[in-house]
């Protein structure tokens, strides 16, 4: 079992006064004591438009988006945002190869067909080898779940997550989860992967936006979101897996059904997992209304983490949101995200004992 971190200082991205804090993954991998890391480069534009459409990059690559297309991003358009988040998807991807125990050598090739997982000529994934070398790779950025093929949402300008799903399918890996813990709803990732196609109209007599690219299950790929139900956005696509809690469900009920749909999870039998570790559950966040405490929240990262060990699939750790009105907050969260995986990554063998939410939960101040 091995563990290995992924953070560049290109992710702080000068966005001018905003809720989203990107000085963040600077502060996490500090508070870290600074531990090797493998400074990813940015995800090429090819890599890129195995998610997203030509035209979308393009307004991306030169600037031309359109004021709607900023307003729903809710990100100011600058050559260093764009560069930012490319390198940023280039993170997870790099993660995502080492946790599968793929090189990061070679160029992505794009196959025949969308539903292909075969993988070059001497790139090969292998299951077994995967699993008898159990991977952690830990992101100290990405989870960008908002955005969608044709546009970006929700401070999302491209979708890390789907990017790197697709560059492990083109080298051989042909099952995969995404566990998405995040406070707000997976909605550009559950589209990716064959969500429902939106309805004609909202309630406000509008489409959301329009979807002309055909939406096709992928049957190899199970999206679980487990999220705050009435929060953004307002449209959430069908994933394979949704559970949208109440307001206010702090830890015990959040634990709870987690506890219930992770075996979901693993029934899909995932070659790998990418886990968005949100930290937009916890009470204080500006932007989520679970309530968690910061106990629960490590409490959350265990049962995810274990889980996949006990299996012995490799994880792809990725951090997503978090907007707590003191960003050391936000920080602490994220941190004890990075050291339960770093922990499972570095421990000689898996637990003894399938992992448990209800275990140390009388420690939390936030039930109730």
């Known amino acids: 079992m091995s563990a290995r971190i992924v953070y560049s200082a290109r992710y702080r ?3 001018g006064p905003h809720v989203f804090p990107t000085r963040k993954y600077d502060l996490v991998y500090d508070a ?6 493998v400074d990813p480069p940015p995800a090429t534009w090819e890599d890129l438009s195995l998610v997203h459409t030509t035209e979308y990059l393009e307004k ?24 930012g988040f490319r390198v940023m998807v280039g993170g997870t991807i790099q993660a995502a190869l080492f946790a599968c125990g793929l090189s990061a050598d070679s160029t992505t090739q794009r196959p025949q067909s969308q539903e292909s997982s075969a993988a070059p000529e001497g790139q090969e994934f292998s299951a077994d ?7 952690v790779g830990c992101h100290i950025g990405g ?3 908002h955005a969608f093929p044709n546009h970006g949402e929700g401070f999302c300008p491209f979708n890390d997550v789907a990017v790197a799903v697709r560059v492990l399918q083109h080298r051989g890996v042909g099952r995969i989860a995404i566990v998405d813990l995040d406070v707000h709803h997976g909605n550009g990732t559950a589209f990716i992967f064959g969500g429902a196609p939106p309805p004609p109209q909202t309630r406000s007599g509008r489409s959301p936006r329009a979807y002309q690219e055909q939406n096709v299950t992928h049957a190899n790929v199970f999206t679980f979101s487990m999220h705050q139900q009435h929060n953004y956005p307002m449209w959430k696509p069908r994933g394979s897996l949704d559970v949208g809690l109440p307001d206010g469900a702090r830890d ?7 506890e219930r749909a992770l075996p979901k999870v693993a029934a899909h039998r995932p070659q790998c997992v990418f886990y968005l570790a949100g ?24 049962l995810v983490i274990d889980t996949f060990r006990i299996a012995g699939v490799p994880i792809v750790v990725t951090l997503a949101g978090g907007y707590a009105r ?17 922990g499972a990554g570095a421990a000689s063998g898996p637990p003894t004992a399938p992992p448990r939410a209800d275990r140390g939960r009388q420690a939390s101040s936030g039930e109730g």
């Open 279 to 302: 930290a937009d559950p916890y009470e204080d966040d500006q932007l989520g209304g679970l309530r968690l405490t910061k106990q629960g929240l490590r409490r959350r990262d265990r």
């Open 252 to 258: 015990a009920t959040f634990l709870g059904e987690l």
């Open 60 to 83: 991306l690559r030169t600037g031309t988006m359109s004021e709607e297309d900023v307003a729903q991003l809710e990100l100011p358009w600058s050559p260093e945002m764009v560069e």
């Open 143 to 145: 989870g960008l779940h």
């Open 32 to 37: 870290l004591g600074r531990p090797p890391a």
């Open 13 to 15: 991205v000068d966005i």
């Open 326 to 342: 003191r960003v050391e907050d936000t920080v602490a969260i994220h941190v004890a995200t990075i050291e339960e995986a770093m």
């Open 129 to 135: 080898s995967a699993i008898s070398a159990f991977n």
